[in-house]
C-alpha cells in the first residue's frame, strides 16, 4: 500500500508517458537501427523499448531522471514509463491495459493473493543476481515454492506520524502506546488549542488498506483467520479486535479536524506541516512531502494503539508496497530484466532509492544512513531492527475488498452504521469478493 506521490498528488491521478525521441515516438514497437556502425548516442543494432506501469507517484520525477541515464549506458534499450496512484485504482487499470492489448513489460504486485491474481503473467525471476541479497521479510510477499517473482521496492511503515516539538509543548513525554494514552495526549493537544488528528477519510486506501491491516494483524493467527473468511469459518461480526479498531477510528474523529470525509492527503499533510494537527495517519514516504512543505520538522512515528494491551501494541505495521514483475509473455522481457538489476546495482539506483526517493532498502547491498532515509524512516527500520513489526495484511485479502472495507469504514465514519452494522458490512463485503 502502500501511496506515493510526488510534490503532493496522492489524491490525484498521473498518467504519464514518457519517450524520448530517439524511440520515433512509437513505444509500442521495436527499432532497428540501419547504421553499419554505432556512433555516441547513436545504437546499433536493434532498440527495444521496455514499457514501466507502476503507481508510486512520488517517484516519478526520479525515474524520469534514471531513464536518461539508464539509457545512455543501455542505448539499445528505451523505457516508457507510466504511472497512476494517488487516489486512483492502479489495480483496474492495470486490467485494462492488459485487456486492451498494451500490457506493461513491468508492473507494480502487492504479493500474496495479490502474486496468485497474476500467476499466469509473471516472470520467474530467480536467477536474477539481487535476489540472494533481499532482506527476508521483502522476499515473503513474492516467493512461492522457493521461486521468486518479483522485486520488492522498499520496506515501508504505516502508523500515526507526529509532530515531536507541539508533543513536547502539550507536556507528551512518551509516544502512547495504549488507546487510553492516545486519548490522554490528544485532550493535552487540544488543551494548547492544538487540533490532535488530520484525519484524511476521504482516501480510501488510508482506510481500506492500510487502517484495517491492524484489526487483522493482531488476531491471534492472521492467516488462520482470513483463510477461515475464505472458508466461512471465521467472522468479522463479533470479532472483538475489530471492535477495538473501530473504538480507534471513534476516537481520531472526535479528536480530530471538521469534515474527515471531504479532506483528501494533500490537505492533511499540509495541515500537519503547518502545525495545525499534531498526528496523522501516514508512512514514512511522507518524510519528502512534508519536506516539501516544511523542511528539516521535528517528526517522528508510532504504531496505532486499538486498545490497552501495551505489548501488543508497540508494533508498527511494515510491508512491502509494491513489488515490480516482469510480464513473463513481454518481447522486452530480457532488457525488463536488465533494468530492475541496474535500478538496484548501479551507483545512479541505489542513491536515488535511498537518498531521493528516502526508502528504507529491501536488499542488504543497498546501505541507507538516518540521513539517508530520514526521521520517519530511521523510525521505521528501528522497529524492524527490534522485531517489532506487524506485516501489512491487506495484500492477503480479496481482489477489490480493500475499496469495499473503504466504502463501508467510511458509513460508520459519517453515523450511517453503527457498530455492528459496520460489522455486517465488512463481512458482506469480504463474502461479496472471496474466491
Same mark, same amino acid.
Given at each position: 500500500?502502500?501511496?506515493?506521490?510526488?510534490?503532493?498528488?496522492?489524491?490525484?491521478?498521473?498518467?504519464?508517458?514518457?519517450? $524520448?525521441?530517439?524511440?520515433? %515516438?512509437?513505444?509500442?514497437?521495436?527499432? #532497428?537501427? &540501419?547504421?553499419?556502425?554505432?556512433? +555516441?548516442? @547513436?545504437?546499433?543494432?536493434?532498440?527495444?523499448?521496455?514499457?514501466?506501469?507502476?503507481?508510486?507517484?512520488?517517484?516519478?520525477?526520479?525515474?524520469?531522471?534514471?531513464?536518461?541515464?539508464?539509457?545512455?549506458?543501455?542505448?539499445?534499450?528505451?523505457?516508457?514509463?507510466?504511472?497512476?496512484?494517488?487516489?486512483?485504482?492502479?489495480?483496474?487499470?492495470?486490467?485494462?491495459?492488459?485487456?486492451?492489448?498494451?500490457?506493461?513489460?513491468?508492473?507494480?504486485?502487492?504479493?500474496?493473493?495479490?502474486?496468485?491474481?497474476?500467476?499466469?503473467?509473471?516472470?520467474?525471476?530467480?536467477?536474477?543476481?539481487?535476489?540472494?541479497?533481499?532482506?527476508?521479510?521483502?522476499?515473503?510477499?513474492?516467493?512461492?515454492?522457493?521461486?521468486?517473482?518479483?522485486?520488492?521496492?522498499?520496506?515501508?511503515?504505516?502508523?500515526?506520524?507526529?509532530?515531536?516539538? $507541539?508533543?513536547?509543548?502539550? %507536556?507528551?513525554?512518551?509516544?502512547?502506546? #495504549?488507546? &487510553?494514552?492516545?486519548?490522554?495526549? +490528544?485532550? @493535552?493537544?487540544?488543551?494548547?488549542?492544538?487540533?490532535?488528528?488530520?484525519?484524511?477519510?476521504?482516501?480510501?486506501?488510508?482506510?481500506?488498506?492500510?487502517?484495517?491491516?491492524?484489526?487483522?494483524?493482531?488476531?491471534?493467527?492472521?492467516?488462520?483467520?482470513?483463510?477461515?473468511?475464505?472458508?466461512?469459518?471465521?467472522?468479522?461480526?463479533?470479532?472483538?479486535?475489530?471492535?477495538?479498531?473501530?473504538?480507534?477510528?471513534?476516537?481520531?474523529?472526535?479528536?480530530?479536524?471538521?469534515?474527515?470525509?471531504?479532506?483528501?492527503?494533500?490537505?492533511?499533510?499540509?495541515?500537519?506541516?503547518?502545525?495545525?494537527?499534531?498526528?496523522?495517519?501516514?508512512?514514512?514516504?511522507?518524510?519528502?512531502?512534508?519536506?516539501?512543505?516544511?523542511?528539516?520538522?521535528?517528526?517522528?512515528?508510532?504504531?496505532?494503539?486499538?486498545?490497552?494491551?501495551?505489548?501488543?501494541?508497540?508494533?508498527?505495521?511494515?510491508?512491502?508496497?509494491?513489488?515490480?514483475?516482469?510480464?513473463?509473455?513481454?518481447?522486452?522481457?530480457?532488457?525488463?530484466?536488465?533494468?530492475?538489476?541496474?535500478?538496484?546495482?548501479?551507483?545512479?539506483?541505489?542513491?536515488?532509492?535511498?537518498?531521493?526517493?528516502?526508502?528504507?532498502?529491501?536488499?542488504?547491498?543497498?546501505?541507507?544512513?538516518?540521513?539517508?532515509?530520514?526521521?520517519?524512516?530511521?523510525?521505521?527500520?528501528?522497529?524492524?531492527?527490534?522485531?517489532?513489526?506487524?506485516?501489512?495484511?491487506?495484500?492477503?485479502?480479496?481482489?477489490?475488498?480493500?475499496?469495499?472495507?473503504?466504502?463501508?469504514?467510511?458509513?460508520?465514519?459519517?453515523?450511517?452504521?453503527?457498530?455492528?452494522?459496520?460489522?455486517?458490512?465488512?463481512?458482506?463485503?469480504?463474502?461479496?469478493?472471496?474466491?
Amino acid at each position: 500500500m502502500m501511496k506515493k506521490r510526488s510534490a503532493l498528488v496522492m489524491s490525484s491521478v498521473m498518467l504519464m508517458t514518457v519517450v $524520448l525521441a530517439a524511440c520515433g %515516438g512509437n513505444s509500442n514497437n521495436t527499432a #532497428t537501427n &540501419t547504421g553499419s556502425n554505432g556512433s +555516441a548516442g @547513436k545504437p546499433a543494432g536493434e532498440v527495444k523499448t521496455v514499457k514501466i506501469f507502476q503507481f508510486k507517484t512520488e517517484i516519478v520525477e526520479g525515474l524520469n531522471e534514471l531513464k536518461v541515464e539508464f539509457e545512455k549506458e543501455n542505448p539499445n534499450i528505451k523505457l516508457d514509463i507510466q504511472t497512476v496512484g494517488g487516489g486512483a485504482d492502479y489495480g483496474a487499470a492495470l486490467k485494462t491495459k492488459f485487456a486492451s492489448g498494451d500490457a506493461p513489460d513491468i508492473f507494480s504486485n502487492g504479493g500474496y493473493a495479490e502474486m496468485g491474481l497474476w500467476a499466469d503473467k509473471l516472470e520467474d525471476l530467480s536467477d536474477q543476481p539481487w535476489v540472494k541479497d533481499l532482506i527476508p521479510m521483502a522476499a515473503e510477499p513474492m516467493t512461492k515454492d522457493g521461486k521468486t517473482y518479483g522485486m520488492p521496492m522498499n520496506l515501508e511503515g504505516i502508523g500515526y506520524v507526529y509532530n515531536k516539538d $507541539l508533543f513536547e509543548k502539550a %507536556g507528551i513525554t512518551e509516544t502512547p502506546k #495504549t488507546i &487510553t494514552e492516545l486519548e490522554e495526549a +490528544a485532550k @493535552k493537544l487540544q488543551a494548547i488549542d492544538v487540533i490532535p488528528f488530520g484525519n484524511a477519510y476521504q482516501e480510501w486506501w488510508l482506510l481500506g488498506n492500510q487502517g484495517i491491516s491492524v484489526a487483522f494483524a493482531q488476531q491471534d493467527n492472521v492467516d488462520e483467520f482470513i483463510s477461515g473468511l475464505n472458508a466461512g469459518t471465521s467472522t468479522i461480526v463479533g470479532n472483538p479486535v475489530f471492535k477495538e479498531w473501530s473504538n480507534l477510528l471513534k476516537l481520531t474523529v472526535k479528536y480530530g479536524q471538521k469534515n474527515p470525509l471531504t479532506t483528501d492527503a494533500n490537505t492533511h499533510l499540509a495541515m500537519f506541516a503547518n502545525g495545525e494537527t499534531a498526528m496523522m495517519q501516514e508512512g514514512n514516504w511522507a518524510q519528502t512531502l512534508v519536506d516539501n512543505i516544511k523542511p528539516d520538522m521535528n517528526i517522528g512515528m508510532f504504531p496505532m494503539p486499538i486498545n490497552d494491551n501495551a505489548e501488543k501494541n508497540n508494533k508498527l505495521t511494515v510491508g512491502i508496497p509494491a513489488n515490480l514483475v516482469v510480464n513473463k509473455e513481454s518481447g522486452s522481457k530480457e532488457e525488463a530484466k536488465t533494468f530492475l538489476n541496474w535500478l538496484v546495482t548501479s551507483d545512479m539506483g541505489k542513491e536515488y532509492i535511498t537518498k531521493k526517493w528516502k526508502f528504507i532498502p529491501a536488499l542488504s547491498t543497498i546501505e541507507a544512513t538516518p540521513e539517508d532515509i530520514g526521521k520517519l524512516g530511521s523510525d521505521v527500520w528501528q522497529y524492524v531492527k527490534d522485531g517489532k513489526v506487524y506485516g501489512l495484511q491487506s495484500s492477503k485479502f480479496p481482489d477489490g475488498v480493500t475499496q469495499e472495507f473503504a466504502s463501508v469504514i467510511q458509513q460508520l465514519i459519517a453515523d450511517k452504521v453503527d457498530e455492528a452494522g459496520w460489522e455486517q458490512g465488512m463481512q458482506a463485503a469480504w463474502d461479496k469478493l472471496k474466491k
